[in-house]
């Protein structure tokens, strides 16, 4: 059996990080059970999660979780795909996972309202004396990596038309499809699932939130997503 280190629910989504949301998506599509654990951050060997212990073999990054339970478990998830979609799926996974996550990261622990609404609720199990200090330490080692990625030195306008740019391109590539390549699931669609449900979430109010509700097919593709995979968690 497969242990999934995961941070847990929040968000009103089984997990808070898109990239293990995208990693359980991935083994419901390809039909792989597994347990999570919530207690496996400190021991992540690339210090993120997720990772998955598969039997003892170690992954950690989604993608390469991807690989590792395409090639064990002799499962293609795009197997019904062109080359030509295999490649716009790649290129779309990517622009979610390198540009959009981080306008999430950015809306999620800079703005204080956000905040407070939803990423301190990770710091809950810390005594209350030091939990100031933590959060603040926390919160400024994100505030650095934004400005190394990129984003972080951007203006709130310019983050807000680059997520608007995101959320367009990936509601133009849906369609009315039901997935985003036709009538069946393949990779893609468990990293573009993943992410718009973490955008969706109303814990973090920003313009990309706004431009994301505005596409009724995105925000219906949630919906069915959820429902089809996560029914727990669908309205
Ligand atoms: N490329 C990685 C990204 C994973 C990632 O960024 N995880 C974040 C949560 S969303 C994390 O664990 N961050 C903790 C940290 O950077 O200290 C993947 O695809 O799994």
Do not use: C
């Amino acid at each position: 059996m497969i242990t999934l280190y995961s941070f847990g629910p929040y968000f009103g989504l089984p997990d808070a990080s898109p990239f293990v949301l995208k990693t359980m998506t991935l083994l419901k599509l390809a039909d792989i059970p597994y347990v999570e654990n919530h207690e496996g951050f400190s021991r992540a060997p690339k210090g993120k999660l997720p990772y998955i212990d598969d039997e003892g073999t170690i992954v950690a990054d989604s993608t390469f979780i991807r690989f590792h339970i395409e090639k064990k478990y002799g499962v293609d998830l795009d197997a019904k795909l062109t080359p030509e979609q295999r490649a716009q799926g790649w290129a779309l996974e990517k622009m979610l996972e390198e540009h959009l996550y981080w306008i999430i990261v950015h809306a999620r622990w800079i703005d204080d309202a956000n905040f407070e609404r939803g990423a301190a609720r990770f710091f809950d199990s810390i005594p209350a004396p030091i939990r100031p200090l933590v959060k603040a330490f926390v919160r400024r080692k994100i505030a650095r990596s934004l400005r190394a990625q990129g984003v972080g030195r951007h203006s709130e306008a310019e983050i807000a038309e680059l997520g608007r740019r995101d959320i367009e391109a990936l509601a133009v590539l849906l369609g009315e499809k039901p997935f985003l390549f036709g009538d069946e699931p393949s990779g893609a669609d468990a990293t573009a699932f993943a992410f718009i449900a973490e955008v969706l979430a109303s814990e973090n109010d920003m313009p990309t939130r706004s431009a994301a509700l505005a596409k009724a097919n995105l925000v219906a593709y949630r919906d069915r997503l959820l429902k089809a995979y996560f029914p727990r968690f669908a309205n």
